[in-house]
T-cell receptor, first 115, second 110 residues
Framework: GAVVSQHPSWVICKSGTSVKIECRSL??????MFWYRQFPKQSLMLMAT?????????EQGVEKDKFLINHASLTLSTLTVTSAHPEDSSFYIC???????????FGSGTRLTVV | RKEVEQDPGPFNVPEGATVAFNCTYSNSASQSFFWYRQDCRKEPKLLMS???SGNEDGRFTAQLNRASQYISLLIRDSKLSDSATYLCVVMSQAGTALIFGKGTTLSVSS
């Protein structure tokens, strides 16, 4: 139980285009989801906290107009990287809190490469 | 100062060795502590929670020293399959995001 499905697993896009990443909780309701970014040999850095039905809370230094987060339902949060540039190439991963026990479940991550 | 600091390693050890990882955290109000394991290009997976009394899970022992804001992980009888990056993780309070250390890379060789 408590599975979070994230897709796509990997994506290559051209500079200037937008990419949407989806994160779904398959068997539980996730009122809160978190989006992280991980550059090679770096730690997972929190980008934003996504709450169902309200605006996301972004961490300092993360551009909210560039990284659009939508959490319109209790089972789906999306991250859209707008006007992607090569420096946005990274591993993006979502996490959700399991309401039943408060544990954290991670999606399998999305490797974004912008060329 | 980073919120969670770890020695990045890498630690290169032979099979059967005992290896210890250390971690410090800066927020004295942090409530929960964990060790996660991350394999290359994969999502992190929970290895174990860390309690003040210390806890053990098979070959893995975790300890927490709140006064020193220090967390440790001990792996005994290392296996090849233990090769991975070990992430020290802290949560300030329930319902908030996990804060990750940079990770310590372990490579176990035969």
């Amino acid at each position: 139980g408590a599975v979070v499905s994230q897709h796509p697993s990997w994506v290559i896009c051209k500079s200037g285009t937008s990419v949407k990443i989806e994160c779904r909780s398959l068997d539980f309701q996730a009122t809160t989801m978190f989006w992280y970014r991980q550059f090679p040999k770096q730690s997972l850095m929190l980008m934003a906290t996504s709450n169902e039905g309200s605006k996301a809370t972004y961490e300092q230094g993360v551009e909210k107009d560039k990284f659009l987060i939508n959490h319109a339902s209790l089972t789906l949060s999306t991250l859209t990287v707008t006007s992607a540039h090569p420096e946005d190439s990274s591993f993006y991963i979502c996490s959700a809190i399991k309401e039943l026990d408060g544990g954290y479940t991670f999606g399998s991550g999305t490797r974004l490469t912008v060329v | 100062r980073k919120e969670v600091e770890q020695d990045p390693g890498p630690f290169n050890v032979p099979e059967g060795a005992t290896v210890a990882f250390n971690c410090t955290y800066s927020n004295s109000a942090s409530q929960s502590f964990f060790w996660y394991r991350q394999d290359c290009r994969k999502e992190p997976k929970l290895l174990m929670s860390v309690y003040s009394s210390g806890n053990e899970d098979g070959r893995f022992t975790a300890q927490l020293n709140r006064a020193s804001q220090y967390i440790s992980l001990l792996i005994r009888d290392s296996k090849l399959s233990d090769s991975a990056t070990y992430l020290c993780v802290v949560m300030s309070q329930a319902g908030t995001a996990l804060i990750f250390g940079k990770g310590t890379t372990l490579s176990v060789s035969s």
